[in-house]
């Protein structure tokens, strides 16, 4: 099996799942679209199109990107899964603030940490304003 993540404009995954005979699981977690000029979007429709009705299972993270997905591109909802992001805190309980920032040596102050992309949509450009209106 070949678990893909993501679907972009080369359909390269899925000839190399179909040269070595194994299935291929793509994930999608947002709309690529979105990141897309306007003048390509045609391509973004066509990929998605083509990954979705070529690929053994698609997984996503949420029932609305589930729902677009079949709306959108004709997926088929029996061959899409959803496995939300996150934590499951009753397995791995976090630890305190105060924990935390003496376990990575972390000032007593307040303190950003993004884990993701760096895509238009993020308003990651919102962040020195937003850290600058918190006290202290």
Known sequence: MIYYRGIHLAPSPLLVAKSMGVPLVVEVNGWLESETPARLRWAVKW?????????????????????????????????????????????????????????????????????????????????PEVMDRLPG
């Open 47 to 127: 990929t998605h199109e083509l990954f979705l009705s070529e690929a053994a299972h698609t997984v996503t993270v949420s029932d609305r990107l589930k729902k677009g997905l079949c709306e959108r591109y004709g997926a088929d909802p029996n061959k899409v899964s959803v496995v939300p992001n996150g934590a499951t805190p009753r397995e791995t309980p976090p630890p305190t603030p105060g924990e935390a920032r003496k376990k990575l040596g972390l000032p007593e102050r307040p303190t950003l940490v993004y884990v993701g992309s760096f895509y238009p949509h993020h308003a990651l450009d919102l962040l």
